[in-house]
């Protein structure tokens, strides 16, 4: 009786209406002027693209940044300790 009614089968979430978000993707990055920023006579901005190609270190913490940060290695920033790549300590070196 029930499937003569077709009442088995009934989906209860069918009419409800849910907005969908809609996702930013992050914008793409110009491989080109991240290569020669990267590759840069000036260290500063060859140490600083670094940081935020290697550990996508946030632009804020990049400003708030001091020379005592950066110990045996390691990034020490928010609270958090992060180890540097090799091609980052080659950078901040120079």
Not at 15 to 20: A, E, H, L
Not at 31 to 41: I, K, P, T, Y
Not at 44 to 57: E, K, Y
Not at 67 to 91: E, K, N, Q
Request: hydrophobic share 50%.
């Amino acid at each position: 009786m029930l499937k003569a009614r077709q009442l088995t089968f009934v989906n209860p979430t069918a009419r409800i209406s849910v907005p969908t978000p809609h996702p930013r993707a992050p914008p793409s990055v110009d491989l080109s002027a991240l290569r020669a920023a990267l590759d840069s006579e000036d260290p500063t901005r060859a140490a600083l693209a670094a940081l935020l190609a290697f550990h996508a270190i946030r632009i804020w913490q990049l400003c708030a940044l001091h020379l005592t940060d950066l110990r045996d290695g390691r990034l020490h920033v928010d609270g958090r300790v992060i180890p540097l790549a090799a091609p980052v300590r080659l950078r901040l070196a120079a």
